[in-house]
Structures are given as C-alpha cells and as structure tokens.
C-alpha cells in the first residue's frame, strides 16, 4: 500500500526486453535500506524490487503491467515518481493507494491558474463513473484532490510543490499517465453492481 505522496524523482536508466521487460531506475533512495522483494509505487505502479546497486533498483514488468500502463513507452531517461510502500505507524497524508493501475489516461490540456497549474485529463470512458468532485485519483502515482468530473474528463489543481516534487512539473498536454481511481469507489460500485 501507498499514500500517493512522492517521496524521489527516479529516472529510467536501462530497459531489457528478454521475455519479461527489466528497468534499471536511478533514484536517491538509500538502496542498502530496499530489499530484494520489496514493493516501490513507480509513477503509480506497483513493481516488485528484483535488484539494487549504490543508486539505483531494479523491476520487472510482465507482459499485462506494460499492457495496462504506460510502462510499455518507457525508454532511458524518462522521469518517474517514486514512493516506498507504506509502513505500519507512517503518516498517511494522501489517500490509499494500491498501485494496481486501472488504465491509461491523457492529459487534455494544463493552464495556469494563480500560482497552481490546472490540469485537465482524459480517462478512459469506462472509469469515467468512478471520478467524483472532491474525490481522489492517483495519476501516476501522486494522490489527487479531483475538483471537476464530466464523463470520463476531469480537472485538478497542481500547487507549485507538487510540481516541483513530481514529474508534473515537466508535463505537456497529450502526456499519457497511469491512473487509478478511488479504491473506496470501486467496491461501492462493486456493491451496487449486486443490487
């Protein structure tokens, strides 16, 4: 489990396609502290850590992690958020996140707004009814205040730490992002279903 709160920028420093797909991530983790086995959220993805170096880990991604994210596109260099998983007793200033992306989003457009960006995104039509105003979404791994949903579009408020400490701070309209919606609204959809 995770809060959605970033705590590294890595970059992707290797990617290896034999079978399963390997990415080397660079990151300013305390990799002696990472164990072999340990989850780490990687832009809203839950990776199983198969091995570290002195700054950097290593994951693998199955056929169906790049299939549902946009983990299939990432080459070296590109920039992405990191959170450690959540410990018994840590603060839990996001909201839970499970790191099981839902789908691929867009981003539709991003305006200024004071001195906070508004983003605009595009989520695939089916997640659309799980995306409520004053509800929370994790896009690419970072746990988000939505302030308007219409069908499958919404719109979030980025302040200027959260572009500063996230890959939102370099991101451009037509940026595909891994989203995952509310757990608590996927099981009351989940319940409603039985109805």
Partial sequence: MFTGIVTDIGTVRDVRRDGDTRFEIGCGYDTAGIAIGASICCSGACMTVVETGPDWFAVVASAESLARTTMGDWRPGRAINL?????????????????????????????????????????????????????????????????????????????????????????????????????????VARLLERE
């Fill in 83 to 187: 959170e450690r998983s959540l410990k018994v007793g840590d603060e839990l200033g996001g909201h839970m996140v499970s790191g099981h992306v839902d789908g691929v989003a867009s981003i539709v457009s991003i305006t200024p707004e004071g001195d906070s960006r508004r983003f605009v995104f595009a989520a695939p039509d089916a997640l659309g009814p799980f995306i409520a105003a004053k509800g929370s979404v994790a896009v690419d791994g970072v746990s988000l205040t939505v302030n308007e949903a219409t069908g499958p579009r919404f719109g979030v408020n980025i302040i200027p730490h959260t572009q500063t400490a996230t890959t939102f701070g370099s991101a451009a309209a037509g940026d595909l992002v891994n989203l995952e919606i509310d757990m608590l609204a996927r099981y």
